[in-house]
């Protein structure tokens, strides 16, 4: 699997995967709304914003902020996205 990033598609490439009896295939085209990170950060972005003061207190505040995320909640967020539970 590969975006469609312009080096990703140039001259050899699918041969060189194919080479190797394996499939080259793309991702579909960018979504925000499938995309389970996206979904995630903008509540960690919104919870963030009150405690602005640089990059110091951005990292001493992080590991706060992820016990704001529950494993469920990220759950929900992949399941949104399409994607399967394993």
């Known amino acids: ?3 469609k990033l312009a080096a990703h ?3 050899g490439v699918q041969e060189a995967i194919e080479s190797v009896c394996a499939e080259l295939r793309y991702l579909p085209p960018y979504s925000p709304d499938l995309n389970a990170i996206k979904m995630a950060f903008s509540k960690f972005k919104v919870c963030y914003a009150p405690r602005r003061s640089g990059l ?5 505040s ?3 902020l992820c016990t704001l995320f529950k494993p469920q ?3 929900n967020y992949f399941a ?3 994607y399967e539970p394993t």
């Open 1 to 3: 699997m590969m975006d």
């Open 9 to 11: 598609k140039a001259a």
């Open 56 to 60: 110091d207190a951005l990292w001493n």
């Open 62 to 64: 992080v590991g706060d």
């Open 73 to 75: 909640e990220c759950a």
């Open 80 to 82: 949104a996205a399409g």
